[in-house]
């Protein structure tokens, strides 16, 4: 059967069937012991050849690991060569030294079938792929294991049934390409790429096009299917907030080339992350765990409340640049929140003047208005 005969097929099976075969693609085809390394490096040197057949060198001296059924974030500021090492990792580019060892085999010795039956790659160049079907893009990705007509078996069309449902997007099987969300793009992407039952997945910026509400839900994907699939995920984002809450292991790459690893606690404890990224304007926060514009806060404000208000007050006062104190006085700005969350009011005393506020955005106008922070 060729792809555009197997639309039918698709819709016809039910999740019942699809979940089984779920469970028999995850047994049958990953290794059960989670803490094998599937991906080594050893003193590999990134960059590139320039124009002019010179070696413009980006990192150096990198000995890192993919551990099985782990999420794994690389980031790090702007420029300093998260993209070439992605490439590298991926045979896109050789490596200018070192070795890249994949299932304990050097990865310039795979020939590209063995290669993308192993690793498989999603970037963040769109693909213009015109009228294509979601089920026909995601067959793509058995192409390592068809012959040379492509030709799907049935064992082909249950992997393919199963990466559509394993991202979440049987709803988009005979959906056209073009008409979709950049969400949902990328969910397909993702399908085409686990299709292909890689150890390795390598996804650069999958988020890069997101909302902030796909972005969370994109990240949480990937964690799962690195879970039940024992799939080593690596990916690259700009997105600190959410690498944090979702990563087994970060890798931060500096603007010097030295690379770090560990879980995001870890890093969050030695500094490292405050360090990775202190040249940028921004400070990383280590009791919230976020990062946040460097504001000096001379201006002392006493803040008493309690519960969610009191939390969003505090952010949102220390947003203005004030030194927010939680304690009953002490400073000659105050404010306190109370009533019940239907009605709550928020009572400003600046020394001896006074003034009510049903908002924190009425309050910060006055204070706005009348305080300027130092």
């Keep these: 059967m060729q792809p555009e005969e197997l639309q039918g097929f698709l819709i016809s099976k039910d999740v019942a069937t699809v979940s089984g075969i779920s469970k028999t693609y995850s047994r049958n085809n990953r290794i059960p012991d989670m803490n ?24 150096t001296d990198l000995s890192l690991a993919l551990i099985q059924g782990e999420v794994v974030c690389l980031i790090g500021p702007n420029g300093v060569g998260k993209s070439t090492l992605l490439r590298t990792l991926s045979g896109l580019h050789p490596p200018l030294g070192g070795h890249i060892l994949l299932n304990s085999r050097d990865i310039t010795t795979f020939t590209p ?36 007509a492509g030709k799907l078996r049935p ?17 988009l099987t005979n959906r056209l390409v073009h008409e979709l969300s950049d969400g949902e793009r990328q969910k397909v992407m993702i399908a085409r790429a686990l299709a292909q039952q890689p150890k390795v997945m390598i996804l ?3 988020t890069a096009f997101l909302d902030l509400p796909r972005r969370i839900e994109m990240l949480t994907l990937l964690r799962r299917l690195a879970r039940d699939t024992g799939t080593a995920i690596l ?11 979702t990563a087994d292991l970060l890798w931060i790459l500096p603007k010097d080339g030295t690379l770090q690893t560990g879980a995001p606690e870890d890093l969050v404890l030695s500094g490292a992350l405050e360090q ?35 939390l969003w007050t505090r952010k949102a006062l220390e947003r203005e640049g004030f030194a927010v104190r939680i304690s ?35 309050l910060l106008s006055t204070l706005r208005n009348t305080v300027k922070p130092l």
């Design 328 to 362: 009953p006085n002490g400073s000659r700005i105050q404010v306190k929140i109370h009533g019940q969350p239907e009605a709550t009011r928020w009572h400003l005393q600046i020394q001896d003047q006074c003034s009510e506020h049903s908002t924190i955005y009425e």
């Design 235 to 245: 990916l690259s984002t700009h997105d600190l907030d959410v690498a944090l809450r």
């Design 276 to 310: 990775a990224f202190k040249n940028d304007g921004v400070t990383f926060d280590q009791q919230h765990g976020s990062f946040s514009m460097n504001t000096r806060r001379d201006t002392q404000i006493t803040l008493q409340g309690d519960g969610l208000y009191a």
């Design 204 to 206: 650069d910026e999958p």
């Design 155 to 171: 064992k082909d069309v249950e992997v393919v049934t199963w990466a559509i449902n394993a991202v979440g997007a049987v709803d």
């Design 113 to 148: 079938k063995e290669l993308a039956r192993n690793l498989s790659i999603v970037l963040t160049e769109r693909v213009h792929v015109g009228a294509l079907p979601v089920f026909t893009l995601v067959a793509l990705g058995r192409f390592p294991y068809t012959d040379w």
């Design 36 to 59: 094998s390394s599937v991906l080594e490096t050893t003193h590999l040197t990134t960059g590139y050849m320039s124009q002019r057949r010179e070696r413009k060198v980006v990192s």
